[in-house]
């Protein structure tokens, strides 16, 4: 089955500087690279999604980039502030109609430093 | 429109019990997917139901198990709980569009085994 690893397990970051998060995946037929952002407490909640037919995505100050060959996918936060502390989760997926499971990576705590 | 819900949001149960947690997924969506969430496992798929059909399951024991109700509503039951089975239980719903799937998860049900 898939394999996610994700790195690093923790990272810590002077608020306005960038921080990258980075994942790789085993299974190549794996189309669909999701990350979620999950708060103390709260649900994972979806902040950029990528397929495999794009190499990179940007919305405002979050970037995710694929290299397929690789096997491998990147969330890119610039500009950082402390509301981006949080615990980031990639997950890959065989996005097709009738198979919706995510596989996740063990998740990377992001603390922003004022 | 609304979110996904998930009933109750806490559970403290004893070892040997059985637990039934529940999950609407949002309005129109029709395919609801569980993970079970822990500090050691992290974020690990259970299983996926779509049309009240199990299409994936994950590598859990017999003693999970789930269904959906005609209107898209999930349960997911475990039996004879153990200290193991303690952690937070997401669900999520997904949306199918042209460009592809994206799971949105509810709150969980924080489940505590004594």
């Known amino acids: 089955g898939e394999n996610v690893e994700q790195h690093p397990s923790t990272l810590s970051v002077q608020e306005g500087d960038s921080a990258v998060i980075k994942c790789t995946y085993s299974?190549?037929?794996?189309?669909?690279f999701p990350w979620y952002k999950q708060e103390l407490g709260k649900r994972p909640q979806l902040i950029i999604d990528?397929?495999?037919?794009?190499g990179e995505k940007k919305d405002q100050r979050i970037a995710v980039t694929l290299n397929k060959t690789a096997k491998h996918f990147s969330l890119h936060i610039t500009e950082t502030q402390p509301e981006d502390s949080a615990v980031y989760f990639c997950?890959?997926?065989?996005?097709?109609?009738?198979?919706?499971?995510?596989?996740f990576g063990t998740g990377t705590r992001l603390t922003i430093i004022p | 429109k609304a979110g996904v819900t998930q009933t109750p949001r806490y559970l403290i149960k004893t070892r040997g019990q059985q637990v039934t947690l529940s999950c609407s997924p949002i309005?129109?969506?029709?395919?609801v997917s569980w993970y079970q969430q822990t500090p050691g496992q992290g974020l690990q798929f259970l299983f996926e139901?779509?049309?009240?059909?199990?299409?994936n399951k994950g590598n859990f024991p017999g003693r999970f198990s789930g269904r959906q109700f005609s209107n898209s509503r999930s349960e997911m039951n475990v039996s004879t709980l153990e200290l193991g089975d303690s952690a937070l239980y997401l669900c999520?719903?997904?949306?199918?569009?042209?460009?592809?799937?994206?799971?949105?998860f509810g709150p969980g049900t924080r489940l505590l085994v004594l």
């Open positions: 999520a719903s997904t949306l199918w569009t042209s460009g592809g799937e994206t799971q949105y």
């Open positions: 299974d190549s037929a794996s189309n669909y």
């Open positions: 990528i397929r495999s037919n794009v």
């Open positions: 997950a890959a997926s065989k996005a097709n109609f009738g198979n919706e499971k995510l596989t």
């Open positions: 309005s129109g969506h029709r395919s």
């Open positions: 139901y779509f049309s009240e059909t199990q299409r």
